[in-house]
């Protein structure tokens, strides 16, 4: 069908066009160029009238309107639209963008299933759907899972505009691929998903296993509490370590060196680190667990794995990441070691497949500015995560704040609403492929809409993700109707005791 008829200057990569309707910014067409067929993409749309042109008064836009409404050439549609490429080498994944513009007079023309399809819904088992075009709604589009583990993936948007449906999304499909997933669930999101065998877990941590820094971060020693600092790190011995009881061995240490004669001023700060230790063991048992040998072991390959670190504060969740994130690192690079070796002996690794992990909040683990334990591991599952089949999916609302090197090594982002200018700025430098044009489109997508760019899609992609219906994560609490529940049962309440129990109050 035909659209319109490109009109004005072209160029290679970018035509104007009039049109017989406004056509939608994100909107895929088709131009039939002398030499075949190229691919546009809507990016900015105008409508205007003659007639409502120049309006001074009130009376001038009345009496114009109806001008306006008698004449059927009053109305303008132009579009800009930027040239993807000869649409026969899209469909082979390739980019050749024509030598000639597209003379004036061409046909624009509306893109049809067959033409989209195969671009967009690859028939592949390593693609799979995500949703639907979003301007081009009967078009499927779908996602390369190869590409982001292979290649890491970042999901960025405002709060509640869909980035934990994604990973919900994201989460069905790989299971059905029988995939190895981990989520590090700070919001307990994730553990009623409808997923089979899904694993819920609660992340731990070892404190025998980590350097004495670590343990004082973990057992949440103030930064500058350097006389604390010491104490335990002198504490921290070889034999408390091997310790049968962990903590008795710790706290005996800690006390010891307190009660040093030599050194009263040491004794109150003692007294702090014992006082942190017993809360550690009370408070955090669930958490700091001595006696688990290898935390990796909750988690099972070709599943879905919850990891519940909701329980966690920010710095305890921080060197529990940082310690999945380096075990999993090892685990993969032994994996591959022992494959490429021809010593079969003895196994000393547990995953022998790829692994995909996702982190929410990554402002938080993965800050600019600042180190943390999480952020070092990141970087390297980023750098070197594609060598050893590590891929690293990292979900944020405040862009702006996360490590731009690691934001910048995710080879695919899916980004919905943002208006954060300073977002966007952080966006536009991180991914070389997301264009300016695309990033103004950020602010006016609605919740679930999303822009794709990278490796995981043939061509940047504005879509319509599909909503993950069996699930109740983050979805906003409806506090009136809470209220009103909770009031009818202050009445049962207080009528039960009067012995005035109303039928009808119970039953609804
Ligand atoms: N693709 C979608 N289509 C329709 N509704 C959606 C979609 N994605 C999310 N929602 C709804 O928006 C709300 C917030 O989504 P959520 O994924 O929790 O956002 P975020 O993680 O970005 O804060 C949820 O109630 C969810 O049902
Ligand atoms: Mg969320």
């Keep these: 069908m035909t659209l319109g008829v490109v009109i004005g200057e072209s160029k290679p990569t970018a035509v104007t066009a009039q049109t017989s309707r406004p056509l939608s910014v994100g909107e895929y067409v088709v131009i039939g160029s002398q030499d075949g067929k190229l691919l546009g993409l809507v990016e900015r749309s105008f409508v205007s009238s003659a007639a409502l042109n120049d309006i001074h008064n009130y009376d001038e836009a009345v009496e114009s309107k109806e001008v306006a409404d008698l004449n059927s050439r009053d109305k303008s549609y132009t579009a800009k639209i930027t040239i993807l490429g000869y649409l026969t080498d899209l469909q082979k994944s390739r980019i050749v963008l024509p030598a000639i513009p597209p003379i004036p007079g061409t046909a624009v023309l509306n893109a049809t299933k067959d033409d989209l399809g195969t671009i967009f819904g690859p028939q592949k088992e390593e693609w799979v759907r995500i949703g639907t075009l979003l301007r081009n709604s009967e078009i499927?589009?779908?996602?390369n899972l190869n590409k982001i583990v292979s290649r890491h993936l970042a999901i960025l948007a405002m709060t509640g505009m869909g980035k934990s449906n994604l990973v919900s999304l994201l989460a069905k499909q790989i299971s059905g691929l029988d995939g190895t997933l981990i989520i590090f669930d700070y919001?307990?999101?994730?553990?009623?998903?409808?997923?089979?065998?899904?694993?819920?877990?609660?992340?731990?941590?070892?404190?025998?296993?980590?350097?004495?820094?670590?343990?004082?971060?973990?057992?949440?020693?103030?930064?500058?509490?350097?006389?604390?600092?010491?104490?335990l790190r002198l504490a921290f011995t070889h034999d408390v370590k091997e310790a049968k009881n962990f903590w008795d061995a710790l706290d005996h240490n800690v006390a010891m060196i307190g009660a040093n004669p030599e050194r009263k001023d040491d004794r109150h700060s003692a007294d702090r680190v014992q006082d942190k230790i017993d809360d550690a063991r009370h408070r955090f048992a669930d958490v700091l667990d001595p006696d688990i040998m290898?935390?990796?072991?909750l988690i099972k390959e070709?599943?879905?794995?919850?990891l519940n670190v909701s329980e966690l504060s920010e710095k305890q969740a921080n060197v529990a990441l940082a310690y999945y994130f380096q075990e999993l690192l090892n685990d993969r690079k032994a994996a591959l070691l022992a494959k490429n070796s021809k010593n079969k002996e003895g196994r000393h690794y547990r995953f022998d497949s790829p692994i995909f992990v996702i982190i929410e909040e990554a402002h938080v683990f993965i800050p600019k500015g600042e180190d943390t334990h999480t952020k070092y591991w990141a970087a390297k599952i980023a750098r070197e995560g594609r060598k050893f089949g590590l891929g690293l999916c990292i979900v944020s609302q405040r862009p702006r704040n996360i490590d731009p090197n690691v934001l910048s090594q995710m080879g695919s982002l899916a980004v919905m609403k943002i208006v954060q200018e300073d977002d966007q700025h952080q966006i536009s430098s991180a991914a070389e492929s997301i264009s300016k044009d695309l990033i103004t489109q950020l602010t006016s997508l609605n919740v679930g809409d999303a822009v794709f760019v990278g490796q995981w899609v043939n061509l940047p992609a504005i879509v319509h993700i599909e909503e993950v219906k069996d699930k109740v994560v983050g979805s906003d609490k409806n506090a009136v109707s809470e209220?009103?529940?909770a009031k009818k049962f202050d009445r049962v309440a207080v009528e039960s005791t009067q012995g005035l129990i109303q039928k009808d109050l119970l039953l609804d």
Excluded at 195 to 219: C, E, F
Excluded at 302 to 306: A, E, H, L
């Design 140 to 143: 499927e589009a779908k996602v």
């Design 302 to 306: 070709g599943r879905v794995n919850v």
């Design 294 to 297: 290898d935390p990796l072991g």
């Design 483 to 485: 209220w009103k529940y």
């Design 187 to 231: 919001h307990n999101d994730y553990p009623d998903l409808h997923i089979p065998g899904i694993n819920v877990i609660d992340a731990k941590i070892n404190p025998r296993l980590l350097d004495s820094n670590t343990l004082s971060d973990v057992l949440e020693i103030r930064e500058n509490a350097d006389i604390q600092h010491r104490i």
